[in-house]
C-alpha cells in the first residue's frame, strides 16, 4: 500500500539539542505537510510544500526549518530543541488535482518529541 | 481566513448509545468540511469529507455528518457506538481555492465508549 511514514517514532532530547524528523511518502503526491499537535489545541501547521522547490511557512514556523530533499521526502528540523516544542509531530501529504480529493490530507503515524 | 470549534473537548459514552460531535466553523469563502479520527497511537484517518449535494455526509465506520449552512455546522452522528470507536476526533476545513489546501483544524473532542 501505498503509505506515509515518519522517522523516528519516539524521541527524548535535551533542551539546545538540534533534531530531525524525517517523513517519506509513496503516494506520489506533490504536496507535504507538518504539523505539530499539542492536548486541547488541536493540529497546527509548522511548513507545508508544494513540490521540492516550493516551501511555505505554516501559522508556527518559528523555531523550525525544513528540507525537501525530493518529492517523496520532507524533513522538519528543531535547530535548537526548546521544552515547549515538546509535541507530537505529525506528517502529510495531499493531491488537489486528483478527482474527488477535496483537498484530503493523509497522515503518517507521527512522531512523539520530548524535549527535557 | 477559516477557524473552527469543537464544542466539547471530552464526550463520555456508554456503548450501544448514541453520540454526536459539534463542530461549528467560520469562513468567509467555501470550503471542504472534514472529520478525521485518531485512535490511541496511530496517526489520523479520515472518517469523511464534505462538499456539496446532500447535506448528510455517510463516512466510514457508521459515522455520518450533517452540513448545516446556516448554522456553519458540521456535526458528527453514530446511532450506536462500540467500546473501539473511543478515539479522539477532529473537524477540519480547507479553503476550496487557494490557501494550497490547507487544513484547519479544531480543537479534538476526545470520545470515551465505556462498557
Known amino acids: 500500500d501505498a503509505d506515509v511514514t515518519q522517522t523516528p517514532r519516539n524521541r527524548i532530547t535535551k533542551t539546545g539539542k538540534r533534531i530531525m524528523l524525517e517523513c517519506s511518502q509513496t503516494k506520489g503526491h506533490d504536496r507535504m505537510y507538518w504539523y505539530r499537535q499539542d492536548p486541547g489545541l488541536g493540529l497546527r501547521l509548522i511548513y507545508y510544500s508544494f513540490d521540492v522547490k516550493d516551501i511555505n511557512k505554516g501559522e508556527i514556523s518559528d523555531g523550525y526549518s525544513v528540507s525537501r530533499q525530493a518529492q517523496a521526502k520532507f524533513s522538519l528540523s528543531l535547530e535548537s530543541a526548546i521544552p515547549n516544542q515538546t509535541a507530537l509531530y505529525f506528517c502529510?501529504?495531499?493531491?488537489?488535482?486528483?478527482?474527488?480529493?477535496?483537498?484530503?490530507?493523509?497522515f503518517g503515524p507521527g512522531t512523539r518529541l520530548t524535549v527535557l | 481566513a477559516q477557524s473552527v470549534t469543537q464544542l466539547d473537548s471530552q464526550v463520555p459514552v456508554f456503548e450501544e448509545a448514541p453520540v454526536e460531535l459539534r463542530c461549528n466553523y467560520s469562513?468567509?469563502?467555501?470550503?471542504?468540511l472534514f472529520w478525521y479520527v485518531q485512535y490511541p497511537n496511530q496517526g489520523l484517518q479520515l472518517l469523511l469529507k464534505?462538499?456539496?449535494?446532500s447535506t448528510l455526509v455517510k463516512g466510514i465506520n457508521g459515522f455520518e455528518a450533517e452540513f448545516n449552512k446556516s448554522q456553519t455546522s458540521f456535526h458528527l452522528r453514530k446511532p450506536s457506538v462500540h467500546i473501539s470507536d473511543t478515539a479522539e476526533y477532529f473537524c477540519?476545513?480547507?479553503?476550496?481555492w487557494g490557501q494550497g489546501g490547507k487544513l484547519i483544524f479544531g480543537q479534538g473532542t476526545e470520545l470515551s465508549v465505556k462498557p
Open positions: 477540519a476545513v480547507s479553503e476550496i
Open positions: 469562513s468567509s469563502v467555501s470550503v471542504y
Open positions: 464534505y462538499l456539496s449535494g
Open positions: 502529510a501529504t495531499s493531491d488537489p488535482t486528483r478527482a474527488g480529493s477535496y483537498n484530503e490530507q493523509f
